[in-house]
T-cell receptor, first 113, second 115 residues
């Protein structure tokens, strides 16, 4: 059974710092991995999608990496800003399922001005 | 282009009542997914509808049900509400079953409170 874990559960850093969020998954048979952002009480915004054949994806100040063999992904945020404060969710789509996305419990990020 | 829309934004019910949540997918999308985000439990997959049919469901009791209409919009019905059904319910849509294009786009959610 696929399980997705995100550590730490919460993170607070001063503005301007570079930071890394971690995601691990137990079954390497995934089709893709996605990072989402969720603002309090709101839905999800997709940040980056990495297909299983890819190693990383970049969008602006965000860079996500994927190491399927070790079951790990990282989301790197450069030059953090207060507007980056949100919960960041990692989710994997198992190769065996066309529908289910399995989510981690998220990392709640707070950027201090 | 409009994204995934959900209504209502908030819904307050009492225990034992029924709740109906609605979702309109992105135009051209045929698949609709429902997720529950309960406090402390993270996001859990609930249901997947495609072309009007229920294709898959998560580990939820039968009182969670839904349907998809010919225009691909969807309803999620929760019967005999329990306090622990209080959660944010998120709907997502995708363009179909081809995995390469099966990226899910999420709505803003319906917050259900059961008193």
């Amino acid at each position: 059974k696929q399980e997705v874990t995100q550590i730490p559960a919460a993170l607070s850093v001063p503005e301007g710092e570079n930071l890394v969020l971690n995601c691990s998954f137990t079954d390497s048979a995934i089709y893709n991995l996605q990072w989402f952002r969720q603002d309090p009480g709101k839905g999800l915004t997709s940040l980056l999608l990495i297909q299983s054949s890819q190693r990383e994806q970049t969008s602006g100040r965000l860079n996500a990496s994927l190491d399927k063999s070790s079951g790990r992904s990282t989301l790197y945020i450069a030059a953090s800003q207060p507007g980056d404060s949100a919960t960041y969710l990692c989710a994997v789509r198992p190769s065996s399922s066309a529908s289910k996305i399995i989510f981690g419990s998220g990392t709640r990020l707070s950027i201090r001005p | 282009e409009a994204g995934v829309t959900q209504s209502p934004t908030h819904l307050i019910k009492t225990r034992g009542q029924q709740a109906t949540l609605r979702c309109s997918p992105i135009s051209g999308h045929t698949s609709v997914y429902w997720y529950q985000q309960a406090l402390g439990l993270g996001l859990q997959f609930l249901l997947w509808y495609d072309e009007g049919e229920e294709r898959n469901r998560g580990n939820f009791p039968p009182r969670f049900s839904g349907r998809q209409f010919p225009n691909y919009s969807s309803e999620l019905n929760v019967n005999a509400l329990e306090l622990e059904d209080s959660a944010l319910y998120l709907c997502a849509s995708s363009a179909g079953q081809t995995l390469a294009k099966n990226i899910q786009y999420f709505g803003a959610g319906t917050r259900l409170s059961v008193l």
